[in-house]
């Protein structure tokens, strides 16, 4: 167990909705990522926060937002859903933000199933 | 812009054996490198990770990987393997030219280990 949550572990919508996937982090642990894994895309880096602000962007659509609440727990909001955006979500944290030697520590995910 | 390459999408390899997992990688500067391992419905677990220092890094379950800056690889290894090694196993990168340590990980290598 990393210490990471994640909730829900499995989420079923409609093309056209939106959702909300929630992660909490390590105690302690100030940055949180985002990941999207998907059988053609593979594991692709979405937003990175630390401590309540953005601090890297990568493959995020439009459509998709985050945020990191002053409990550390992060959100990622996910809209107009489309059949592409079925994947797993994983959620990482790590204890420091200008970090590349840090060591991310992923949660279980949460598999998004668009119908 | 950096990358990292796992060139076989399976390793099959007999209970006892040694196991390779390969991956190679195109950094500007000096890598920061990572392996993960995901086991069938679980998040991504650390294995180890190369920052700087010796070149062979030893992590959990008995796995080690080698740094060769000369040949840009960091294999993973194990000089026995458990069935229960089966599981599939990423190579990431992570930036230093850039300080927020966003992941950039290879497709993935599926490790099969026969009894």
């Known amino acids: 167990d990393s210490g990471v949550t994640q909730t829900p572990k499995h989420l079923i919508t409609a093309t056209g909705q939106r959702v909300t996937l929630r992660c909490s982090p390590r105690?302690?642990?100030?940055?949180v990522y985002w990941y999207q894994q998907s059988l053609d895309q593979g594991l692709q880096f979405l937003i990175q926060?630390?401590?309540?602000?953005?601090?890297a962007k990568g493959n995020i659509l439009e459509r998709f937002s985050a945020q990191q609440f002053p409990d550390l727990h992060s959100e990622l909001n996910l809209s107009s859903l489309e059949l592409g955006d079925s994947a797993l979500y994983f959620c990482?944290?790590?204890?420091?933000?200008?970090?590349?030697?840090?060591?991310?520590?992923f949660g279980p995910g949460t598999r998004l199933t668009v119908l | 812009a950096q990358s990292v390459a796992q060139p076989e999408d399976q390793v099959n390899v007999a209970e006892g054996n040694p196991l390779t997992v390969k991956c190679t990688y195109s950094?500007?500067?000096?890598?920061?490198l990572f392996w993960y391992v995901q086991y069938p419905n679980r998040g991504l677990q650390f294995l180890l990770k190369?920052?700087?220092?010796?070149?062979l890094v030893k992590g959990s379950y008995g796995f080690e990987a080698e740094f060769n800056k000369s040949q840009t690889s960091f294999h993973l290894k194990k000089p026995s393997a458990l069935v229960s090694d089966s599981a599939l196993y990423f190579c990431?990168?992570?930036?230093?030219?850039?300080?927020?340590?966003?992941?950039?990980f290879g497709a993935g290598t599926q490790v099969v280990v026969t009894p």
């Open positions: 990431a990168v992570s930036p230093n030219t850039d300080s927020w340590g966003k992941l950039q």
């Open positions: 190369y920052i700087t220092g010796d070149n």
């Open positions: 990482a944290s790590s204890a420091l933000s200008r970090g590349s030697t840090d060591t991310q520590y």
């Open positions: 926060y630390y401590n309540g602000e953005e601090r």
């Open positions: 105690s302690g642990d100030l940055s």
């Open positions: 950094v500007s500067g000096n890598p920061y």
